[in-house]
């Protein structure tokens, strides 16, 4: 076939571009809902922060385990919390290189470095497991948060990383999330239903159309046209979950529209707020928060950089530090009093129902070994109100696999997982 590098699909009357393939003569780029069971569904929230803890002050005394341990300076915010939290130490990325990318992998445990002649490759997230499988009731299947300030974070959209290991986008305005979460839509159902109809009807005209140019092409060709169909089915099938909610009012929030321009604390508090508020209405069961970290020191009044206070030694920078990591403690204690004091229909909390991570890929002053790790709530039916160290370089994704086991979802491995931590089955 003879097409030309301005080659297009057309269908419906719309032009879409073909992506690259060298074969056309492109330019060749660089290389259970609810578990099955009655009662409240499960949920999940991970939270992660850029540039880890400090060492010294944060993780509790290695030599102490088990529920009779003493909460570190750190952590000691958490202590009306103790008996629900379990802290876990000794795990680690194997692939992770990246010093500054505290989130990027954090979740899915893939080594950058999979795909021949790629020097950026993902996996799926955790997040993004328990979406396949207890997304499909809710409105969202999933629900991404970042902060307005992403430093230590690294490369991606969001915490959450799809089956193809690509980026899902996320939302870093309260507002435009609260909206997106409770609002009414201002189109009428008649137009919106329109144009989700108008829009599959063009996406399967230009697969018909696409598929003309299939045969003749190199392995490495067929392959990303393999893919960029799959990203056109990944829209449709969007497009469908948006069909079926159309006529489904949103709930009513649970909570006022917050104000506009929140940073730092006051940002990452009207974001639990938002969390729990998502749960509660059963809007999603699936969510991740990218933490802030310069805006969160600057709300603190800390003058050095969250970059500065992550090379921290005795002085400043080290208080800063401190300070940080006490400050992300009392935040998670919030969120649990928020889970606890939000009732099911059952009687039980949300809380009862909800697993909830919070950590990082670094662990202190850029190091990649030991990444701190807080498991918290009944979601997983983890063993909570212990001190957990496991063998050292232990596959962080050994934890995530517990957590989805544990929610009921049917996963023999995850990521660079090697097996479940026995300690944390309850």
């Known amino acids: 076939m003879h097409l030309s590098r301005r080659q297009v699909l057309r269908g419906a009357g719309s032009l879409v571009a073909l992506p690259a393939l060298e074969s056309l003569g492109f330019r060749r780029f660089a290389k259970a809902a609810a578990t099955g069971l009655s009662g409240p569904s499960k949920r999940c929230v991970f939270m992660s922060i850029g540039f880890g803890v400090t060492k010294e002050t944060w993780y509790p005394d290695i030599n102490q385990t088990g529920a009779n341990y003493e909460l570190s300076e750190g952590l000691s915010p958490l202590a009306r919390h103790k008996s629900d939290i379990t802290v876990v130490q000794g795990c680690s990325n194997q692939f992770a290189n990246e010093a500054h990318w505290g989130s990027t992998f954090w979740l899915t445990g893939a080594n950058r470095y999979s795909v021949p002649g790629q020097n950026m490759a993902n996996s799926i997230s955790a997040d993004q497991v328990v979406a396949q499988h207890l997304g499909q009731d809710t409105r969202f299947s999933s629900v991404q948060l970042n902060s307005s300030a992403l430093e230590g974070h690294g490369p991606g959209l969001s915490l959450a990383w799809d089956a193809r290991g690509k980026p899902k986008a996320g939302d870093n305005d309260p507002v435009q999330v609260f909206h997106k979460l409770f609002s009414a839509d201002d189109m009428p159902l008649e137009q919106r239903q329109a144009a989700i109809t108008e829009k599959r009807s063009v996406l399967d005209a230009v697969v018909s159309e696409a598929k003309r140019v299939q045969y003749g092409l190199s392995r490495e060709d067929s392959e990303k046209l393999d893919e960029y169909f799959q990203g056109i089915r990944d829209i449709e099938t969007r497009l469908s979950k948006d069909e079926a909610w159309l006529d489904v009012p949103k709930v009513n929030a649970p909570l006022g529209e917050p104000e506009s321009g929140l940073k730092g604390r006051a940002e990452i508090e009207i974001m639990q707020d938002l969390i729990v508020a998502a749960l509660q209405t059963d809007t999603t069961r699936s969510l991740t928060y990218r933490m802030p970290?310069?805006?969160?020191?600057?709300?603190?009044?800390?003058?050095?950089?969250?970059?500065?206070?992550?090379?921290?030694?005795?002085?400043?920078?080290?208080?800063?530090?401190?300070?940080?990591?006490?400050?992300?403690?009392?935040?998670?204690?919030?969120?649990?009093?928020?889970?606890?004091?939000?009732?099911?229909?059952?009687?039980?909390?949300?809380?009862?129902?909800?697993?909830?991570?919070?950590?990082?890929?670094?662990?202190?002053?850029?190091?990649?070994?030991?990444?701190?790790?807080?498991?918290?709530?009944?979601?997983a039916n983890l063993k909570l109100g212990q001190h957990l160290v496991v063998e050292e370089d232990t596959p962080l994704c050994n934890v995530w696999l517990t957590m989805l086991q544990g929610m009921g979802i049917n996963a023999d491995q995850h990521g660079d997982s090697t097996g479940v931590v026995k300690e944390l089955q309850s």
Do not use: W
């Not at 229909?345 to 202190?364: C, P, Q, R, W």
């Open 293 to 379: 970290g310069q805006s969160l020191l600057q709300s603190l009044d800390v003058k050095p950089s969250s970059h500065n206070v992550s090379h921290y030694s005795p002085g400043e920078r080290m208080e800063a530090s401190k300070l940080r990591d006490k400050t992300h403690s009392e935040l998670l204690a919030r969120l649990i009093d928020k889970l606890k004091a939000t009732k099911e229909a059952d009687g039980s909390s949300l809380f009862d129902h909800t697993a909830v991570a919070f950590g990082s890929n670094i662990s202190s002053i850029h190091y990649l070994t030991n990444c701190p790790t807080v498991i918290t709530g009944g979601g």
